[in-house]
């Protein structure tokens, strides 16, 4: 087992922890809004999210300081992918909570799926276990894809 490097591992943990707190900053209302929404059946209280993403942005930047320390071919693109994704998580929250445009962020979190889908493929073509800290972000984004779903609708009709 290769020893820790601690600066590239604090770089990468505060590049995606510095994602959720910008994403955080942007929708800055986004708990006080969330407590005046329409909640479909199985909606956690407001301070779930906070929370929830914490662990998951850590996870994920355990993910990409496990990548970035591979000699594999492939992690300069995984990593950019990595990258792509964070940037379209960190707008979710302005387009949900800034904008109120619940279908949009809808298909926004189904592009945002889809990159983590493609983001735990090439991770998995370099490194198993970083491809697996990523699941649970996939999983929580299904949940939140329903949450969404069910408030846009909700709000159309």
């Known amino acids: 087992m290769k020893k820790i490097q601690w600066k590239p591992l604090l770089v990468s943990l505060l590049i995606s922890l510095g994602t959720g707190a910008v994403s955080a900053f942007l929708a800055s209302d986004s708990m006080e809004k969330y ?23 850590i996870l994920m930047g355990v993910a990409a300081y496990i990548i970035y320390e591979s000699d594999a071919p492939g992690k300069a693109q995984a990593l950019k992918l990595y990258g792509v994704q964070l940037l379209v998580n960190a707008l979710w929250s302005v387009i949900f909570f800034r904008f109120d445009a619940y279908l949009l962020a809808f298909a926004w979190l189904l592009l945002l799926w889809y ?21 649970p972000y996939l999983v929580w984004l299904t949940f939140a894809g329903y949450l969404n779903l069910a408030i846009a609708v909700h709000y159309i009709f």
């Open 35 to 57: 407590s005046s929404l329409y909640k479909p059946p199985l909606a956690p209280p407001g301070w779930v999210f906070p929370v929830v993403w914490n662990i998951l942005f």
């Open 115 to 135: 990159l983590v889908c493609l983001t735990i493929k090439q991770f998995k073509d370099i490194n198993e276990t970083a491809a697996r800290l990523l699941i």
